[in-house]
């Protein structure tokens, strides 16, 4: 998969399966609904009318199947017939794990995806991530040689029209984006250290006319960023806060999204077990999705001030390591006495989000992390934890996972209750909570958001993303296509204001159309 190329096209062309296999790939609902004359040109001569409709037949999805129609030139793949209300209506998860495991081989290969309109985005989405980038299999390097996958949509329903090219040019800046992302994720600190990630910033800001603001080193202790400095001292390449900045005539408010970029977690002096610490790779997982949405949305055109502010460091072992009992004092101002040096990620973020405020004047701040281990118990391997002090961007930011495929859930958010596990009798907070029973997905979103004051008037969302950032051994570019859905409202992509929800956030019509989505074939 590492050598694949992604190509979106309109439609389904024709295509033989002697020289280019071919997946069809739909809901049992929506494949009876293609007439044979729309993919016969995919299937012809090897496979006949009689043969492709007694696969859709014997098809039995539960909740998904697939049948091979002939060798391994052609098949057809079901998703489920019934989802609850907390998936996507799109099937994405189960999309990617149809394409992985079904996909016919070869050098040329061509999947059509058969869905409503309204599912284009998350499909395409889903399937860019079943083709990882990164890869050190000496038989890959070795070959070097390029594959090509085609996607092609053939829609049912009202609106069946065609895609435009500015269209087909938002799924692929989305594609790229999420596997940007996911290779960033799966590549090991050893090539992957903060300066491989500044440089992948630069790269990003070279292609988009934006040079980044760096602050490294010991510039950051200078400045006052006690959080990321703290956290990142030990290590043999320098932590720093880096920032890309979309500056637009006519914005009319400024967005911030900090990411979390911690290129490795040992845990610190407080060092992780044997097993816990394989994978640790991934806790950057938040800052690149940031970088991969950030050159996505920007790419279609975004119409207000967005900010991509990243805290890169690596949380290392070292004589300059920070140690329980250390305080530090964070750009906030606020002191925080260190408990748990693997409770780092929420040091650095506290940094980030009071920059974003202070130095950015954001009026809305998101940031996305690899946070806490908890968050698989709260919402699960497939949906990030979301915390806001907002209701709207609440049901927003869930809304927006459901049309994107990268699905969300709530946190409590309920500082007066839970704020108190961070009490220290020398500082202003402690790092790490007294009770580890007591909401500690929660808790650690409070720590950032302390650092902003609950009071602050402006809009803070939470995105906890530690468990659905991979699946298995891989990287998933989890969290580049919520962000592009959830801010879509502000694109001059029509896909991406289609998926928004925040057209929609003072009226109930979001709500409404979604039910009915929905209510088109699943659960409610």
């Keep these: 998969m590492a050598n694949v190329v992604l190509e979106f096209k309109a439609s389904a062309g024709d295509s033989e399966p002697q020289n280019r296999p071919v997946l069809i790939l739909g809901t049992q609902a929506n494949l009876q609904q293609v007439s044979w004359s ?3 040109g995919k299937l012809q001569p090897v496979v006949s009318k009689e043969i492709w409709q007694a696969a859709l037949s014997a098809l ?3 909740p998904t199947d697939s049948c091979p129609l002939y060798l391994n030139s052609a098949a057809v793949a079901s998703l489920p017939t019934r989802l609850s209300r907390h998936n996507s209506p799109s099937a994405a998860h189960f999309i990617a794990r149809l394409v992985r495991t079904s996909l016919p081989g070869g050098n040329n290969r061509c999947i059509v995806m058969v869905c409503e309109r309204s599912d284009v985005f998350a499909s395409g989405c889903a399937i860019s991530r079943a083709f990882p980038i990164f890869s050190r299999r000496s038989s890959s390097t070795r070959r070097g040689e390029k594959k090509h996958v085609t996607v092609e949509f053939l829609f049912v329903g009202q ?28 590549t090991p600190c050893n090539e992957m250290n903060t300066d491989h990630f500044l440089h992948e910033i630069k790269a990003v800001g070279d292609e988009l006319g934006i040079t980044p603001v760096v602050i490294r080193g010991q510039e950051l ?7 990321i400095y703290g956290v990142g001292k030990a290590a043999g390449h320098a932590p720093a806060l880096a920032v890309l900045s979309h500056t637009p005539e006519g914005a009319t408010q400024t967005i911030a999204w900090v990411g979390k970029g911690i290129v490795y977690d ?33 790419k279609q055109g975004f119409k207000d001030n967005l900010h991509a502010v990243f805290c890169l460091a690596e949380n290392s072992v070292g004589p300059n390591a920070t140690r329980p009992d250390d305080i530090h004092t964070l750009y906030s101002g606020k002191t925080v006495e260190i408990n748990n040096t693997d409770a780092e990620g929420r040091l650095v973020l506290a940094d980030g989000v009071f920059y974003a405020y202070k130095d950015l004047s954001s009026d809305i701040i998101l940031d996305m992390a690899t946070l806490t281990g908890a968050q698989g118990i709260s919402t699960g391997k497939y949906h990030a934890a979301v ?3 907002n209701d709207q961007w609440e049901a927003a930011c869930v809304r927006a996972g459901r049309s994107s495929g990268d699905l969300a859930h709530p946190l409590v958010y309920c ?15 402690k790092n790490s909570v007294a009770d580890r029973e007591n909401a500690q997905s929660s808790c650690a979103g409070l720590f950032i958001a302390s650092h902003l004051g609950f009071d602050w008037p402006g809009v803070w969302v939470h995105v906890d993303i530690a468990s659905p950032v991979h699946a298995g051994e891989r990287a998933t570019g989890f969290g580049v296509a919520l962000l592009m859905a959830l801010f879509g409202q502000a694109s001059d992509d029509s896909i991406l204001k289609q998926v928004s929800p925040l057209g929609a956030s003072n009226s109930n019509a979001a709500d409404d159309s979604m039910e009915r989505d929905c209510k088109r074939r699943r659960l409610v």
């Design 221 to 227: 202790k200078q400045k006052g960023f006690g959080g």
């Design 38 to 40: 729309q993919i016969k």
């Design 387 to 389: 915390m806001t002090n």
């Design 266 to 298: 040992t845990g610190g002096l407080s060092i992780k077990g044997k097993t816990t610490m394989p994978g640790m790779k991934r806790d950057c997982g938040g800052a690149a999705a940031v970088l991969g949405a950030f050159k996505a949305t920007i």
């Design 415 to 429: 500082p007066e209750m839970h704020f108190s596990e961070f009490t220290s009798a020398v500082a202003d907070m």
């Design 60 to 62: 039995s999805p539960n």
């Design 159 to 186: 609106d069946n029209n065609p895609l435009e090219q500015t269209e087909l040019e938002c799924l692929s800046n989305a594609a790229d984006g999420i596997r940007l992302a996911a290779r960033i994720v799966d």
